[in-house]
Structures are given as structure tokens and as C-alpha cells.
């Protein structure tokens, strides 16, 4: 029950809750051809996308700063990544994440649906469902764009700076062995951390040039973002552990 494992546990139950969102819903689709949704279900299924994957992204961040700690302040770990410490950020993953994400499928549950109500993507994401509304999306949109990249980009720009810590540090390490003995505690962590953020950016650019792109691209892109890093994650600390 140490911290590191603590906060993987909050990693796994993400992941899970993740998974069990998107993924038994399209192998509906695919393998029974039950292509309808509640409009209640797919607000949820809209709110718990988005804030589960910017809790998991601000795990991220809290592992880093573990690691951060862990190898920089060596002596000092005891005292600062407590058991009292992981609780306050899960409490502060949760709500933070949970709290500003929760607008987007408020706003998009308060339009006015006059047109089609067939969604041209196989989960309900913000962009896919306020197209169909016949009013204004533009704060919409606005306020989507606006927390994602506020919440993700801060958590990716304190990720770096964590890291860049660390390799300043191992590298005024000059005993034999222990430079790379410090990188493998967070190796693994860092794969991931590439992984998760590679994915999110491709997804980000087909999304921005949908013209020269099939549309079904970034919807494929969208439901691997949600199963492979949920896949990877145990596979990775498994083996590391």
C-alpha cells in the first residue's frame, strides 16, 4: 500500500470505468446492431468521456510529481508522498476534472434538437451531438476547447518540468549504475505518459483537418485512445513491478 501503488490503483479504476463506457456500447453496435442511445445515456456517456479523461491525464501529472520527489528529494519522499498526501489528489483529481468538465454535456443537453437525431460517430462526443442542434454551438465549442487544452495543457507542461527535474538531477549523479537505476523507477511511467500524449495529439489534428481525412479516421482514433492506454497501462507496471 504504498503511494506509487495507490495512485496506480486510482490509474487502473479510471481506465475501467473508461472501458466499461465506450467500449460494451459499440461492440453493441458491431456485433447486435443496437444502434440506438437514450438522451440521458449519452449525456452521461459524454461527461463521463470527457472527465475521466482529463482525471486520468491529472494522474498523470500526480505520478510525475511522485517520481519527481522520489529521485530529487530522496530523503524527504516519507515525509511529503504520504498516505494523507495520495488522498487529497484523488480528492483533487476528482474534483477539479469532474467540476469543469461537467458544463460541456450541461450545455449540450439544453439545445434545441429540431433536425436528425442519427450521430455520424458510434459514441456520443460533445462535437458529434451539438452538430444536430438547431442553435448557436459556438460557446459550445468555445468552452470545450477552452477546458481541454487548459486542463490537459497544464497537466502536460508540469509532466515536463517534472522531468526535466529529474534528468538534471540524474545526470549530477556520478556514482556507477545509479543514473540509470533512477530512470528505471520512472521508465515506465514515461512510456505511457508519451503514449497517451502521442495519441491525444493525433486525434487533435485529424480532428482539425477533417477535409483531407476520412471521417471515419478520427472516430477510430477516438475509441483506441480509450482502450489501448487502458490495455498498455497494466501490461506495462506488471512487468515493471
Same mark, same amino acid.
Given at each position: ?104 454535456? $450541461? =450545455?449540450?443537453?439544453? !439545445? @434545441?434538437?429540431? /433536425? +436528425? ?7 456520443? %462526443?460533445?462535437? &458529434? ?36 527535474? $529529474? =534528468?538534471?538531477?540524474? !545526470? @549530477?549523479?556520478? /556514482? +556507477? ?7 528505471? %523507477?520512472?521508465? &515506465? ?37 480509450? =482502450? ?14
Amino acid at each position: 500500500h504504498q503511494p506509487m501503488f495507490l495512485l496506480l490503483s486510482l490509474l487502473s479504476l479510471l481506465d475501467m470505468v473508461l472501458c466499461l463506457t465506450v467500449i460494451p456500447k459499440v461492440l453493441a453496435m458491431f456485433w447486435f446492431d443496437n444502434k440506438s442511445i437514450s438522451f440521458s445515456g449519452c449525456f452521461l456517456q459524454m461527461f463521463i468521456m470527457n472527465s475521466f479523461l482529463t482525471m486520468e491525464s491529472c494522474t498523470f501529472m500526480v505520478m510525475a510529481y511522485d517520481r519527481y520527489v522520489a529521485i530529487c528529494h530522496p530523503l524527504r519522499y516519507p515525509s511529503i508522498i504520504t498516505d494523507q498526501f495520495v488522498a487529497r489528489a484523488a480528492i483533487f483529481v476528482v474534483a477539479r476534472n469532474g467540476i469543469l468538465t461537467m458544463p460541456i454535456p $450541461i =450545455l449540450s443537453s439544453r !439545445l @434545441r434538437y429540431c /433536425a +436528425e437525431n442519427i450521430i455520424k460517430n458510434c459514441i456520443c %462526443t460533445n462535437l &458529434s451531438v451539438s452538430k444536430l442542434s438547431c442553435d448557436d454551438i459556438t460557446f459550445n465549442r468555445l468552452y470545450q476547447f477552452v477546458t481541454g487544452w487548459t486542463l490537459l495543457g497544464s497537466d502536460l507542461i508540469l509532466i515536463v518540468l517534472s522531468y526535466s527535474f $529529474i =534528468l538534471r538531477a540524474v !545526470l @549530477r549523479i556520478k /556514482a +556507477e549504475g545509479a543514473a540509470a537505476k533512477a530512470l528505471s %523507477t520512472c521508465g &515506465s511511467h514515461f512510456i505511457l505518459i508519451l503514449f497517451f500524449s502521442t495519441v491525444l495529439l493525433v486525434l487533435v489534428i485529424t480532428n482539425l483537418a477533417k477535409k483531407r481525412i476520412p471521417p471515419d479516421v478520427p472516430i477510430l482514433l477516438n475509441i483506441l485512445h480509450h =482502450l489501448i492506454p487502458a490495455a498498455l497501462n497494466p501490461i506495462i507496471y506488471r512487468m515493471k513491478t
